[in-house]
């Protein structure tokens, strides 16, 4: 019988889960907002066809519902091919995205072009429902059922697998905008685009690459969603998106460190909420952490407050 403690260490074990794909989402409005100062509401459903990109990778594999379990070198090839197709083919989405629908948008001031995002989002939505369906579907999953008790609480390699990926990834993202040419060319757009451009930086290309890396890690976060849950569905992007916006603002959008921290935390709010208080809360107490950061504390954990660039 599990005690106090247990579920809540069970409850703390599931929220990192979740904030993983929170982080990796939440990274993807950060990248593009630090740069931009735009929110990318299209995002929310890039995170949903990629989870149909990550199903339809791994039943090329011939792997489909719980049929095919794999161990040591065919799973961790497996795992690999699944998310570099889902990651490239999501990043290159979210260039399309940027190229056709709001690099025309660019110079045009006001909120024109968030709610070209927000049209974009919906015409995702509605490909995907048209062509694919309203049902759910059952998501490929490799891994064996290998679990660990901890204290009396259950830790599963899923989730070990879900944490080391996320590290990985955002681990590399950081060192890519710390340490690279390109990296510190992002930084020095998102501070100051007209005076980076002076100086020779093509803003252009550092803009592309803001989408097409923000777009790979919601295909990574789409890809960890469906092996979590083992299900993807037309509606997941505003549920997930919606917390993984939260998270971006509660971090500090703009902010890379920050969106990591506000997805650890929205992802156990979730999870620890849900089991303390109810499930039908938890969205009460999240939304209202976007409303109260907004209101009194708009530039969130770790971001700062930057002059307007318009």
Do not use: C
């Not at 069970?10 to 990274?27: E, T």
């Not at 961790?76 to 629908?101: D, N, Q, S, Y």
């Not at 299900?231 to 509660?250: E, P, Q």
């Amino acid at each position: 019988m599990m005690n106090e403690y247990t579920v809540l260490l069970q409850q703390v074990i599931n929220g990192l889960s979740l904030g993983a794909m929170y982080s990796l989402l939440a990274l993807g409005f950060t990248l593009v907002y630090g740069i931009l100062e735009l929110i990318n509401f299209a995002h929310f459903n890039v995170f949903m066809v990629a989870s149909f990109i990550g199903m339809w990778a791994l039943e090329a594999l011939g792997i489909s519902g719980q049929s095919v379990i794999l161990t040591g070198l065919p799973l961790v090839g497996a795992l690999v091919f699944a998310f570099i197709v889902t990651m490239t083919l999501a990043g290159v989405l979210g260039v399309v995205i940027e190229r056709l629908a709001l690099r025309p948008m660019r110079g045009v001031r006001g909120t024109a072009a968030m709610i070209t995002t927000i049209g974009v989002g919906y015409i995702l939505f509605n490909i995907i429902l048209l062509a694919v369906g309203a049902d759910s579907k059952n998501y490929p999953n490799p891994m064996p059922n290998v679990d660990w008790d901890l204290g009396g609480a259950t830790l599963r390699l899923r989730e070990v697998l879900i944490w080391t990926i996320a590290v990985v990834l955002m681990v590399g993202l950081h060192l890519f905008v710390t340490r690279t040419r390109l990296g510190k060319a992002m930084r020095a757009t998102a501070q100051d685009a007209e005076a980076a451009r002076m100086m020779g930086i093509d803003v252009d290309r550092v803009i592309v690459t803001a989408f097409f890396l923000g777009s790979a890690l919601a295909g990574a976060a789409a890809l960890i969603f469906g092996l979590y849950y083992n299900y993807t569905s037309f509606i997941i992007g505003y549920s997930a998106g919606l917390r993984a916006f939260t998270a971006a603002v509660l971090g500090g959008i703009g902010s890379v460190a920050g969106a990591m921290l506000g997805g650890v935390i929205i992802g156990l709010i979730e999870s620890l909420g849900g089991q303390l208080l109810a499930v039908r809360w938890t969205d009460v107490i999240i939304f209202s952490i976007l409303v109260l950061v907004l209101v009194f504390a708009p530039s969130g954990l770790l971001g700062r407050a930057a002059p307007n660039k318009s």
